[in-house]
């Protein structure tokens, strides 16, 4: 493991390899918490269902980006939407087509780059990922264009990731975890990678003002900045989520955008 600058091609294709290869392990860890049919933002568990952070959905047509398992496209198909499933991984799509056939909901699935939606120019009503794509790319920037080019005038654009602060802290979900250890403004990437030096895993920083000048640089006017708190009984753990460091600071930020019209 090491923080170092990664080419996009090599980000790409460890990612790719990485989902694809995880992708069972991920589904038994955490399949049953995400539901077969089902919206939830974050580790923390807020649910679509009760944040309606997307506005409208009936009749409205949304795009999934990075969908991994694509339950909350699903869920979004029972609520009168539209939605298209797309992420970079075959085998996190895999399990999006067992997911529908055991759950009888079935939403189109599209295997593409989140850096280049095949779609044409405001396709979309709504976009929207539960920490997918925006922290895998190597240039989020890019990715932001691409959303506010697929969705229409007056379109909403909402993305769950890792609350930006914890990125000073090791991934841990007890108490050697509530020490800060690393810069916040080091936005040099988290890496795992092999004997030979190639990444593996890639996962990027973005500080909050990053993310804010990504969307508003792009076009797309900030509407709100949500920050779940760590909802009493919940005693389940999620990689570096834990009750212990939830209820001291943020473990998701929750960023809702809308594109003028």
């Not at 593409?112 to 922290?135: E, I, K, N, Q, R």
């Not at 797309?220 to 708190?229: K, S, T």
Request: glycine fraction near 10%; hydrophobic fraction near 45%; charged fraction near 25%.
């Amino acid at each position: 493991m090491t923080r170092r600058r990664v080419a996009a091609d090599e980000v790409r294709q460890a990612n790719r390899g990485w989902w694809d290869a995880d992708a069972d392990d991920y589904q038994a860890e955490h399949g049953a918490f995400l539901g077969d049919v089902d919206f939830v933002w974050c580790p923390e568990g807020l649910r679509e269902a009760d944040a309606r952070l997307l506005g409208e959905l009936a009749g409205r047509r949304v795009l999934e980006v990075g969908c991994g398992a694509a339950s909350c496209s699903r869920w979004l198909a029972t609520q009168g939407a539209r939605p298209v499933a797309l992420d970079l991984s075959a085998g996190m799509l895999r399990h999006a087509a067992q997911a529908a056939a055991r759950s009888g909901v079935h939403v189109p699935l599209v295997h593409a780059d989140a850096l280049a939606l095949p779609f044409a120019d405001a396709a979309f009503d709504t976009a929207c990922t539960a920490f997918g794509a925006v922290p895998f790319v190597e240039d989020s920037a890019a990715l932001m264009r691409e959303v506010h080019r697929v969705l229409r005038p007056g379109g909403r654009w909402v993305f769950s990731v890792t609350h930006p602060m914890r990125w000073i802290f090791l991934d841990d979900p007890g108490e050697g975890g509530l020490v800060a250890v690393h810069s916040y403004f080091d936005t040099q990437p988290y890496v795992e990678q092999n004997a030979r030096g190639v990444a593996t895993y890639v996962e990027q920083h973005r500080t909050l003002g990053d993310r804010v000048r990504e969307l508003v640089g792009t076009g797309f006017r900030l509407v709100d900045l949500v920050e779940p708190e760590w909802p009493a009984g919940h005693e389940g753990t999620w990689g570096q989520w834990s009750p212990l460091r939830g209820r001291l600071f943020p473990g998701t930020a929750i960023f809702v955008a809308e594109k003028p019209r």
